[in-house]
């Protein structure tokens, strides 16, 4: 299967409900990042975690990666409904530094008011 | 914050004719790279450049493709003989000189019809 893949496909919450979405790969990696997507638009860049890194918080968004289990998971807190979008996770694909990203299917956030 | 800028936003061409999607990168990054994404999939590698030659590139960067950087602003992907399967949305993006933290442009939704 692919590298980065992200469950679940879809998720629908409630205002003021956290968010949580996961991504596996299969290669080991340089790092990974996390990307939103509004509907038809462009890729926004959420957060990067190096694999060296177990955590890291930015805003309401804390990103965890487990290099054991090739595991990476988002969490969104406080859902807002302007944070309904698409969410990839995105692993280097070679783990250099440079090179092409690889990107999962994505996750579908819908929150609802 | 420095931004990624692509042009056109969206380009309607016929098929078979060949099409010029430009991106102006961040000044100081030194990987340039071009993805696609086909309405409701997930988003494609196609090729990145480095040092004024392409590094990689991934099994759609076919013949029909090729990439320039005829100046020391502009990053241009060409497709010489559109096909009704090119439709879609092309992401430029760039990266420092770590090769870490892309910036993508909001992209170029090519129609081919």
């Known amino acids: 299967s692919q590298q980065g893949e992200e469950d679940p496909q879809a998720l629908s919450i409630q205002e003021g409900e956290n968010a949580t979405m996961n991504c596996s790969y299969k290669?080991?990696?340089?790092?990974l990042q996390w990307y939103r997507q509004n509907s038809g638009r462009g890729l926004v860049h959420l957060i990067l975690?190096?694999?060296?890194?177990r955590e890291k918080h930015s805003g309401r968004l804390r990103v965890t990666l487990d290099t054991s289990k090739k595991s990476s998971s988002l969490l969104i807190t406080a859902s807002r409904a302007a944070d309904t979008a698409s969410y990839f996770c995105a692993t280097d694909a070679f783990g250099q530094a440079g090179t092409a990203l690889i990107f999962g299917k994505g996750t579908t956030l819908s929150v609802s008011s | 914050e420095p931004e990624v800028t692509q042009t056109p936003s969206h380009q309607v061409t016929q098929m078979g004719q060949e099409v010029i999607l430009r991106c102006v990168p961040i000044s100081n990054h030194l990987y340039f790279y071009w993805y696609r994404q086909i309405l409701g999939q997930k988003v494609e590698f196609l090729v990145s450049f480095y040092n004024n030659e392409i590094s990689e590139k991934s099994e759609i960067f076919d013949d029909q493709f090729s990439v320039e950087r005829p100046d020391g602003s502009n990053f241009t992907l060409k497709i010489r003989s559109t096909k009704l399967e090119d439709s879609a949305m092309y992401f430029c993006?760039?990266?420092?000189?770590?090769?870490?933290?892309?910036?993508f442009g909001s992209g170029t939704r090519l129609t081919v019809v």
């Open positions: 290669t080991s990696i340089n790092n």
């Open positions: 975690i190096r694999s060296n890194e």
């Open positions: 993006a760039s990266s420092g000189q770590g090769g870490y933290g892309y910036t």
